[in-house]
Protein backbone atom coordinates (compact mmCIF):
# COMPACT_ATOMS: atom_id res chain seq x y z
CA UNK A 1 0.00 0.00 0.00
CA UNK A 2 2.42 2.14 1.07
CA UNK A 3 4.55 1.39 -2.31
CA UNK A 4 1.58 2.07 -4.15
CA UNK A 5 0.92 5.59 -2.81
CA UNK A 6 4.86 6.92 -3.43
CA UNK A 7 4.83 5.29 -6.86
CA UNK A 8 1.91 7.03 -7.84
CA UNK A 9 3.60 10.31 -6.23
CA UNK A 10 6.29 10.22 -8.52
CA UNK A 11 3.85 9.52 -11.22
CA UNK A 12 1.96 12.80 -10.69
CA UNK A 13 5.23 14.69 -9.93
CA UNK A 14 7.19 13.64 -12.88
CA UNK A 15 4.24 13.87 -15.31
CA UNK A 16 3.28 17.41 -14.34
CA UNK A 17 7.04 18.55 -14.03
CA UNK A 18 7.81 17.79 -17.58
CA UNK A 19 5.02 20.66 -18.29
CA UNK A 20 4.87 23.16 -16.25
CA UNK A 21 7.29 25.29 -17.30
CA UNK A 22 5.56 25.26 -21.12
CA UNK A 23 1.96 25.77 -19.26
CA UNK A 24 3.36 28.96 -17.68
CA UNK A 25 5.19 30.56 -20.93
CA UNK A 26 2.29 29.60 -22.53
CA UNK A 27 0.25 31.62 -20.09
CA UNK A 28 2.15 34.48 -20.18
CA UNK A 29 2.42 34.42 -23.78
CA UNK A 30 -1.80 34.72 -23.99
CA UNK A 31 -1.59 37.21 -21.53
CA UNK A 32 -3.80 35.50 -19.29
CA UNK A 33 -3.21 37.49 -16.56
CA UNK A 34 -4.39 39.25 -13.53
CA UNK A 35 -5.44 42.15 -13.39
CA UNK A 36 -8.34 43.15 -10.39
CA UNK A 37 -10.94 41.47 -12.43
CA UNK A 38 -13.51 40.02 -9.67
CA UNK A 39 -14.68 43.18 -8.07
CA UNK A 40 -14.93 46.31 -10.35
CA UNK A 41 -13.73 49.93 -9.37
CA UNK A 42 -15.50 49.94 -6.05
CA UNK A 43 -13.59 47.63 -4.09
CA UNK A 44 -10.43 49.96 -3.34
CA UNK A 45 -9.04 48.09 -0.45
CA UNK A 46 -8.78 44.36 -2.70
CA UNK A 47 -7.19 46.58 -5.32
CA UNK A 48 -4.30 48.19 -2.79
CA UNK A 49 -3.29 44.90 -1.63
CA UNK A 50 -3.40 42.74 -4.91
CA UNK A 51 -1.58 45.59 -6.87
CA UNK A 52 2.08 43.74 -6.96
CA UNK A 53 0.77 40.68 -8.57
CA UNK A 54 -1.04 42.07 -11.59
CA UNK A 55 0.63 40.63 -14.60
CA UNK A 56 1.02 37.40 -13.13
CA UNK A 57 -0.56 34.59 -15.02
CA UNK A 58 -3.51 32.85 -14.09
CA UNK A 59 -5.08 29.30 -14.90
CA UNK A 60 -2.04 27.66 -13.44
CA UNK A 61 -4.59 25.13 -12.85
CA UNK A 62 -5.09 23.20 -15.93
CA UNK A 63 -1.69 21.46 -14.53
CA UNK A 64 -3.18 19.86 -11.84
CA UNK A 65 -6.86 19.53 -13.52
CA UNK A 66 -5.44 18.07 -16.76
CA UNK A 67 -2.56 15.96 -15.47
CA UNK A 68 -4.69 14.41 -12.71
CA UNK A 69 -7.64 13.94 -14.62
CA UNK A 70 -5.64 12.23 -17.31
CA UNK A 71 -3.85 9.86 -15.12
CA UNK A 72 -6.43 8.78 -12.96
CA UNK A 73 -8.74 8.13 -16.17
CA UNK A 74 -5.74 6.11 -18.09
CA UNK A 75 -3.30 4.92 -15.95
CA UNK A 76 -5.68 3.54 -12.67
CA UNK A 77 -7.63 0.61 -13.92
CA UNK A 78 -11.41 0.55 -11.99
CA UNK A 79 -13.88 2.22 -11.97
CA UNK A 80 -13.89 3.92 -9.08
CA UNK A 81 -10.43 6.02 -10.36
CA UNK A 82 -12.42 6.77 -13.78
CA UNK A 83 -15.42 8.19 -12.27
CA UNK A 84 -12.88 10.28 -9.69
CA UNK A 85 -11.26 11.65 -13.21
CA UNK A 86 -14.34 12.81 -14.83
CA UNK A 87 -15.72 14.55 -12.23
CA UNK A 88 -12.73 15.91 -11.29
CA UNK A 89 -12.75 17.13 -15.55
CA UNK A 90 -15.92 17.96 -15.62
CA UNK A 91 -15.81 20.79 -12.64
CA UNK A 92 -12.20 21.50 -14.07
CA UNK A 93 -13.72 21.69 -17.38
CA UNK A 94 -16.67 24.28 -16.08
CA UNK A 95 -13.47 26.60 -14.36
CA UNK A 96 -11.74 26.48 -16.94
CA UNK A 97 -14.14 27.79 -19.55
CA UNK A 98 -16.06 30.06 -16.64
CA UNK A 99 -12.34 32.12 -16.83
CA UNK A 100 -11.54 31.97 -20.04
CA UNK A 101 -14.90 33.37 -21.01
CA UNK A 102 -14.22 36.29 -18.50
CA UNK A 103 -11.12 37.14 -19.62
CA UNK A 104 -11.45 37.26 -23.30
CA UNK A 105 -15.34 38.69 -23.37
CA UNK A 106 -16.46 40.19 -20.03
CA UNK A 107 -13.47 42.01 -19.54
CA UNK A 108 -13.03 43.73 -22.71
CA UNK A 109 -16.02 46.02 -21.41
CA UNK A 110 -16.17 47.90 -18.40
CA UNK A 111 -20.44 47.29 -18.61
CA UNK A 112 -20.11 44.12 -19.01
CA UNK A 113 -17.63 43.68 -16.04
CA UNK A 114 -19.71 45.27 -14.08
CA UNK A 115 -22.67 43.41 -14.93
CA UNK A 116 -20.94 40.30 -14.64
CA UNK A 117 -20.19 41.14 -10.86
CA UNK A 118 -23.74 42.11 -9.90
CA UNK A 119 -25.70 39.91 -7.25
CA UNK A 120 -28.30 38.63 -9.27
CA UNK A 121 -25.66 37.48 -12.23
CA UNK A 122 -23.82 35.72 -9.52
CA UNK A 123 -27.07 33.96 -8.41
CA UNK A 124 -27.91 32.86 -11.95
CA UNK A 125 -23.48 31.66 -12.03
CA UNK A 126 -24.42 29.55 -8.83
CA UNK A 127 -27.65 27.84 -10.44
CA UNK A 128 -25.87 27.33 -13.22
CA UNK A 129 -23.39 25.51 -11.79
CA UNK A 130 -26.17 23.82 -8.91
CA UNK A 131 -27.26 22.13 -12.55
CA UNK A 132 -23.69 20.83 -13.29
CA UNK A 133 -23.12 19.50 -10.12
CA UNK A 134 -26.90 17.56 -9.92
CA UNK A 135 -24.69 15.36 -12.64
CA UNK A 136 -21.96 14.98 -10.61
CA UNK A 137 -23.98 13.96 -7.67
CA UNK A 138 -25.73 11.36 -9.95
CA UNK A 139 -21.90 10.45 -11.25
CA UNK A 140 -20.98 10.16 -7.98
CA UNK A 141 -23.66 8.19 -6.38
CA UNK A 142 -23.64 5.74 -9.39
CA UNK A 143 -20.06 5.07 -8.53
CA UNK A 144 -19.45 5.16 -5.24
CA UNK A 145 -22.02 1.89 -4.67
CA UNK A 146 -22.99 3.53 -1.18
CA UNK A 147 -26.44 3.57 -0.17
CA UNK A 148 -25.94 5.81 3.00
CA UNK A 149 -23.16 7.28 5.07
CA UNK A 150 -23.10 8.56 8.82
CA UNK A 151 -22.21 11.79 10.27
CA UNK A 152 -21.31 11.35 14.24
CA UNK A 153 -24.47 8.47 14.63
CA UNK A 154 -26.90 10.14 12.25
CA UNK A 155 -27.86 8.18 9.47
CA UNK A 156 -27.71 9.83 5.85
CA UNK A 157 -29.33 8.11 2.84
CA UNK A 158 -27.99 8.41 -0.42
CA UNK A 159 -30.32 6.91 -2.43
CA UNK A 160 -34.20 5.32 -2.30
CA UNK A 161 -36.49 3.04 -3.68
CA UNK A 162 -38.57 6.26 -4.05
CA UNK A 163 -38.49 8.40 -7.11
CA UNK A 164 -39.13 11.57 -5.56
CA UNK A 165 -37.19 11.51 -2.21
CA UNK A 166 -34.06 9.93 -4.93
CA UNK A 167 -34.62 13.18 -6.47
CA UNK A 168 -34.72 15.48 -3.20
CA UNK A 169 -31.39 13.11 -1.98
CA UNK A 170 -29.69 13.76 -5.37
CA UNK A 171 -30.31 17.42 -4.62
CA UNK A 172 -29.20 17.72 -1.53
CA UNK A 173 -25.78 15.70 -2.36
CA UNK A 174 -25.09 18.23 -5.52
CA UNK A 175 -25.75 20.76 -2.95
CA UNK A 176 -23.12 19.80 -0.69
CA UNK A 177 -20.90 19.33 -3.46
CA UNK A 178 -21.40 22.32 -4.95
CA UNK A 179 -20.83 24.13 -1.36
CA UNK A 180 -17.28 22.31 -0.73
CA UNK A 181 -15.93 23.19 -3.93
CA UNK A 182 -16.89 27.16 -3.76
CA UNK A 183 -15.15 27.05 -0.56
CA UNK A 184 -11.84 25.29 -2.07
CA UNK A 185 -12.33 27.70 -5.02
CA UNK A 186 -12.66 30.99 -2.53
CA UNK A 187 -9.48 30.34 -0.35
CA UNK A 188 -7.37 30.41 -3.55
CA UNK A 189 -6.28 33.81 -2.89
CA UNK A 190 -2.76 34.12 -1.50
CA UNK A 191 0.45 33.07 -2.73
CA UNK A 192 1.03 29.53 -2.07
CA UNK A 193 -2.27 29.34 0.35
CA UNK A 194 -4.41 26.84 -1.43
CA UNK A 195 -2.38 24.70 -2.97
CA UNK A 196 -0.77 24.06 0.68
CA UNK A 197 -3.83 23.74 2.21
CA UNK A 198 -4.97 20.58 -0.15
CA UNK A 199 -1.52 18.94 0.41
CA UNK A 200 -2.03 18.95 4.23
CA UNK A 201 -6.03 18.01 3.89
CA UNK A 202 -4.59 15.33 1.28
CA UNK A 203 -2.25 13.99 4.00
CA UNK A 204 -4.76 13.80 6.48
CA UNK A 205 -6.68 11.17 4.25
CA UNK A 206 -3.54 9.81 4.04
CA UNK A 207 -3.44 9.14 7.71
CA UNK A 208 -6.95 8.50 7.94
CA UNK A 209 -5.99 5.37 5.09
CA UNK A 210 -3.56 4.03 7.77
CA UNK A 211 -6.11 4.06 10.37
CA UNK A 212 -8.79 2.22 8.54
CA UNK A 213 -7.00 0.90 5.46
CA UNK A 214 -10.39 -1.39 4.44
CA UNK A 215 -12.45 1.52 4.28
CA UNK A 216 -9.82 2.78 1.63
CA UNK A 217 -10.03 -0.39 -0.40
CA UNK A 218 -11.46 -0.08 -3.61
CA UNK A 219 -12.50 -2.96 -6.29
CA UNK A 220 -10.59 -5.32 -5.19
CA UNK A 221 -6.84 -4.55 -5.40
CA UNK A 222 -6.91 -0.94 -5.64
CA UNK A 223 -6.33 1.80 -3.25
CA UNK A 224 -7.82 5.55 -2.97
CA UNK A 225 -4.62 6.14 -1.64
CA UNK A 226 -2.92 5.96 -5.27
CA UNK A 227 -5.44 8.51 -6.67
CA UNK A 228 -4.52 11.00 -3.52
CA UNK A 229 -1.02 10.14 -4.05
CA UNK A 230 -1.02 11.32 -7.90
CA UNK A 231 -2.95 14.64 -6.75
CA UNK A 232 -0.20 15.21 -3.92
CA UNK A 233 2.60 14.88 -6.70
CA UNK A 234 0.98 17.26 -9.01
CA UNK A 235 0.50 19.63 -6.18
CA UNK A 236 3.72 19.79 -4.89
CA UNK A 237 4.84 21.02 -8.65
CA UNK A 238 2.89 23.73 -9.03
CA UNK A 239 3.09 24.95 -5.29
CA UNK A 240 6.79 25.14 -6.64
CA UNK A 241 5.59 28.07 -8.59
CA UNK A 242 3.23 29.91 -6.61
CA UNK A 243 5.61 30.18 -3.51
CA UNK A 244 5.44 33.57 -2.96
CA UNK A 245 5.91 35.58 -5.04
CA UNK A 246 4.21 33.79 -7.51
CA UNK A 247 4.67 33.05 -10.83
CA UNK A 248 1.36 31.60 -11.54
CA UNK A 249 -1.83 31.36 -10.00
CA UNK A 250 -4.21 28.25 -9.59
CA UNK A 251 -7.42 29.91 -10.61
CA UNK A 252 -10.66 27.72 -10.66
CA UNK A 253 -9.56 24.95 -13.18
CA UNK A 254 -7.20 23.62 -10.10
CA UNK A 255 -9.38 24.72 -7.25
CA UNK A 256 -13.03 24.14 -8.05
CA UNK A 257 -12.90 20.50 -8.34
CA UNK A 258 -11.06 19.82 -4.85
CA UNK A 259 -14.26 20.21 -2.62
CA UNK A 260 -16.16 18.17 -4.35
CA UNK A 261 -13.43 15.40 -4.29
CA UNK A 262 -12.92 15.72 -0.42
CA UNK A 263 -16.49 14.97 -0.13
CA UNK A 264 -16.58 12.24 -2.28
CA UNK A 265 -13.69 10.70 -0.71
CA UNK A 266 -14.83 10.42 2.77
CA UNK A 267 -18.40 9.77 1.29
CA UNK A 268 -16.78 6.25 0.19
CA UNK A 269 -14.46 5.98 3.15
CA UNK A 270 -17.48 7.20 5.58
CA UNK A 271 -15.39 9.60 7.34
CA UNK A 272 -17.50 12.47 7.21
CA UNK A 273 -16.62 13.49 10.46
CA UNK A 274 -12.80 14.28 9.41
CA UNK A 275 -14.25 15.72 6.59
CA UNK A 276 -16.13 18.52 8.55
CA UNK A 277 -13.11 19.51 10.31
CA UNK A 278 -10.63 19.08 6.94
CA UNK A 279 -13.11 21.50 5.63
CA UNK A 280 -13.46 23.64 8.39
CA UNK A 281 -11.54 26.58 7.31
CA UNK A 282 -11.85 26.35 3.52
CA UNK A 283 -15.74 26.87 4.66
CA UNK A 284 -15.28 29.97 7.44
CA UNK A 285 -13.24 31.72 4.59
CA UNK A 286 -16.56 31.00 2.41
CA UNK A 287 -18.84 32.02 5.00
CA UNK A 288 -16.80 35.42 5.48
CA UNK A 289 -17.68 35.59 1.25
CA UNK A 290 -21.25 35.45 1.67
CA UNK A 291 -22.20 37.53 4.48
CA UNK A 292 -20.58 39.89 2.75
CA UNK A 293 -22.07 39.76 -0.60
CA UNK A 294 -25.83 39.05 1.23
CA UNK A 295 -25.24 41.98 3.67
CA UNK A 296 -23.88 44.39 1.19
CA UNK A 297 -27.35 43.50 -1.13
CA UNK A 298 -29.71 43.53 1.35
CA UNK A 299 -28.69 45.92 4.11
CA UNK A 300 -26.17 48.46 1.56
CA UNK A 301 -23.51 47.43 4.09
CA UNK A 302 -20.26 45.46 4.95
CA UNK A 303 -19.26 43.41 7.78
CA UNK A 304 -15.62 43.69 7.03
CA UNK A 305 -13.85 45.78 5.61
CA UNK A 306 -13.18 43.03 2.78
CA UNK A 307 -13.84 39.86 2.64
CA UNK A 308 -13.37 36.48 2.60
CA UNK A 309 -11.18 36.67 5.51
CA UNK A 310 -7.65 35.81 4.02
CA UNK A 311 -7.89 38.89 2.82
CA UNK A 312 -8.92 40.56 5.79
CA UNK A 313 -5.37 39.56 7.20
CA UNK A 314 -3.74 40.84 3.93
CA UNK A 315 -5.44 44.64 4.65
CA UNK A 316 -4.52 44.44 8.17
CA UNK A 317 -0.98 44.19 6.79
CA UNK A 318 0.28 40.57 7.26
CA UNK A 319 2.71 39.64 4.61
CA UNK A 320 1.33 36.98 2.17
CA UNK A 321 3.83 34.27 3.81
CA UNK A 322 2.33 34.96 7.20
CA UNK A 323 -0.80 34.85 5.68
CA UNK A 324 -0.14 31.27 4.42
CA UNK A 325 1.93 29.76 6.74
CA UNK A 326 -0.41 30.80 9.49
CA UNK A 327 -3.45 29.08 7.59
CA UNK A 328 -1.07 26.07 6.82
CA UNK A 329 -0.48 25.07 10.51
CA UNK A 330 -4.10 25.75 11.62
CA UNK A 331 -4.96 23.80 8.92
CA UNK A 332 -2.29 20.74 10.48
CA UNK A 333 -4.41 21.24 13.69
CA UNK A 334 -7.89 20.82 12.39
CA UNK A 335 -6.50 17.63 10.21
CA UNK A 336 -5.12 16.40 13.19
CA UNK A 337 -8.54 17.39 14.83
CA UNK A 338 -10.20 15.60 12.62
CA UNK A 339 -8.33 12.23 12.85
CA UNK A 340 -8.71 12.41 16.21
CA UNK A 341 -12.40 13.12 16.23
CA UNK A 342 -12.88 9.98 13.56
CA UNK A 343 -11.09 7.47 15.62
CA UNK A 344 -13.65 8.54 18.61
CA UNK A 345 -16.87 7.73 16.15
CA UNK A 346 -15.35 4.67 15.19
CA UNK A 347 -14.44 3.22 18.54
CA UNK A 348 -10.59 3.25 18.18
CA UNK A 349 -10.36 5.65 21.36
Do not use: C
Request: glycine share 6%; proline share 4%; charged share 15%.
Amino acid sequence: MVKSFVISFFIGLIASALWVVPLINLLYKLRFYFDNPQVGDWNIIFKKITKAKIGTPTLGGILIWLTTSIIWGFYFDNPFARASAFVFFLIGLYGFLEEAFTKYVIHRSKKLRKLYESFNIRMIKLFIMFLLFIIVARVAIGFLGVSHTYFFGLKIPLTSANPIFAFILLLGLAFVLLTSSYATEMIDGVDGLAAGLYIITLLGYTLLNFAFPTDFLLYKQHYLLELIGVLIGTLIVYLYFNIPPARVFMGSPGALPMGALFLIFSIYTDTLEAFFFFMLIYLIDLATSAIQLFSMKLRKKRVFPIAPIHHYFQYKGWPDAKVTMRAWLLQAVMVMLGILVQLFVRGVL
